[in-house]
């Protein structure tokens, strides 16, 4: 047998193998195949100044495709301008989802995608079931490219108008980087510089809130606009109700008990609280108030919202409001002494209960895990090791300053807390324990846990 034959089947034995593999499995070895190869390009002499470490290149990969947000090192001044344009590329990967641009040059060039490629894309997005994934896959690109383009417009005229240099660059970066609820910033201290600029504020919150609502809920609308539905899912209409109402509750709390911004007018403070928990819910990470000068009551708040996180099929992490809604329902259903669980007169299936119930306990013990492995090997305080978990599991990219002087065991612990949030706690623990083949991919019902 000669060489050639040998990586010939050795190429069909992969494929076979992966064939077998459950959609969660081959999604986390997907995730995991870009970070590394972003390990080894960002690692690259002329991609970073001297300084950067192998494992910082490795943290700042997985926070990249993660959408976390957390650098250990200043991104502006550590890289130049190829390893910014590869780590951008990372987040815009990370944020869409990696099978969704190869599954759309394949629908660019014929009109179905293969069933296994539909099942690993329905795994990423939990689509409801009135949804077609091949639609849907053309409709997420063509939205993305959309919206980010008109974000980098609208952030080109308000970096210009606020004298910042290289307004061009900054504007495609910011605009991927908040769609993508990535939270890296070209700006040492984030958008702190930026905090009474109403524009920059409002730009960056409706980029941030347009990628954590989901795909689903902006398919949904556009299809309701265009006439090709009456009426918008139930899982679009509990979305926009649970963002809309723990951001409102979020910022009123944040504005009444949050001491270090007692001084600003009022104005300001409003603008602030709202961004605050506007950046927690969708986890995007940004911040325009120092949250090492939080208290901790607020630091409470900011850990409370970004566990609920942002939705389904959306660039965000966290539980997601469907699952949050989940949980109400069981609540409610408990305290009235029902056996059936409910939510706006709509029964919730009982797989949709069990996956809500999984999805906290798995998320709870992951990060009672992290809080507890950083508690053991940091000399930093117990707020802020459980607010860089939270942070870490929830891809939010908020810290209290202390992601840069972690130690090596550290940054590596929260590394697997950005990579377990990306996936999701629930199917991270199916990539590495479910045994195949007794597997199969059903469709979601209309309320997506």
């Avoid at 524009?199 to 606009?225: E, H, P, T």
């Avoid at 506007?278 to 990470?285: C, L, P, S, W």
């Avoid at 325009?288 to 900011?302: D, E, H, K, Q």
């Avoid at 992951?366 to 599991?393: C, D, H, K, R």
Wanted: hydrophobic share 50%; charged share 10%.
């Amino acid at each position: 047998m000669n060489f050639i034959t040998f990586l010939r089947r050795l190429k069909d034995k992969m494929f076979a193998n992966m064939g077998q593999c459950h959609p969660a499995k081959l999604v986390a070895l997907g995730y995991l195949s870009y970070i590394l190869i972003g390990w080894l390009l960002l690692a690259l002499p002329f991609m970073n100044n001297s300084g950067v470490t192998a494992l910082d290149n490795l943290f700042i990969a997985t926070s990249a495709v993660s959408t976390t947000g957390l650098v250990t090192v200043d991104i502006a001044k550590s890289y130049t301008f190829l390893g910014q344009l590869v780590i951008l590329l990372l987040i815009q990967i990370g944020g869409v989802g990696y099978m969704t641009f190869g599954s759309f040059v394949i629908l660019s060039r014929s009109p179905e995608i293969t069933k296994r490629r539909a099942e690993i894309s329905e795994t990423v997005f939990s689509l409801p079931e009135s949804f077609r994934i091949d639609k849907f896959l053309r409709s997420v690109v063509r939205f993305t490219i959309v919206i980010e383009f008109l974000g980098a417009v609208a952030l080109y005229f308000a970096f210009t108008s606020a004298g910042v240099p290289d307004a061009a660059w900054q504007a495609v970066f910011h605009s991927v980087s908040a769609f993508c609820t990535a939270g890296f910033s070209l700006f040492s201290t984030s958008f702190e510089s930026f905090s009474a600029n109403f524009w920059l504020n409002i730009i960056i919150a409706v980029l941030s809130y347009l990628g954590a609502i989901g795909f689903i809920v902006c398919v949904d609308y556009w299809r309701k606009i265009r006439g090709k539905v009456k009426q918008v899912t139930l899982t679009s209409k509990i979305i926009l109700w649970v963002t809309f109402w723990i951001t409102l509750v979020g910022a009123a709390l944040i504005f009444m008990g949050e001491p270090s911004i007692n001084q600003h007018r009022t104005e300001d403070r409003i603008l602030e609280s709202l961004f605050q928990a506007m950046t927690a819910i969708t986890t995007v990470g940004f911040n325009t108030v120092s949250i090492g000068a939080l208290s901790n009551a607020s630091l409470l708040i900011i850990i409370m919202m970004m566990v609920v996180g942002a939705s389904p099929s959306g660039t965000g992490g966290g539980l997601k409001s469907t699952t949050f809604s989940a949980l109400l329902g069981v609540m409610k259903s408990a305290l009235k002494g029902r056996h059936e669980v409910t939510f706006w007169g709509k029964l919730v299936p009982s797989r949709r209960v069990w996956s809500a119930m999984a999805s906290l306990s798995f998320y709870s013990s992951a990060l009672l895990i992290g809080a507890y492995l950083l508690e053991l090997t940091q000399q930093t305080s117990f707020a802020a090791n459980v607010f860089e978990a939270a942070s870490a599991l929830g891809t939010v990219g908020l810290s209290t300053g202390i992601t840069a002087s972690l130690t090596d065991l550290g940054k590596c612990i929260l590394i697997l807390l950005m990579y377990c949030g990306r996936l999701g706690p629930v199917t991270f623990g199916m990539a590495l324990f479910h045994k195949p083949p007794n597997y199969q991919v059903s469709s979601d019902s209309d309320l997506v846990a």
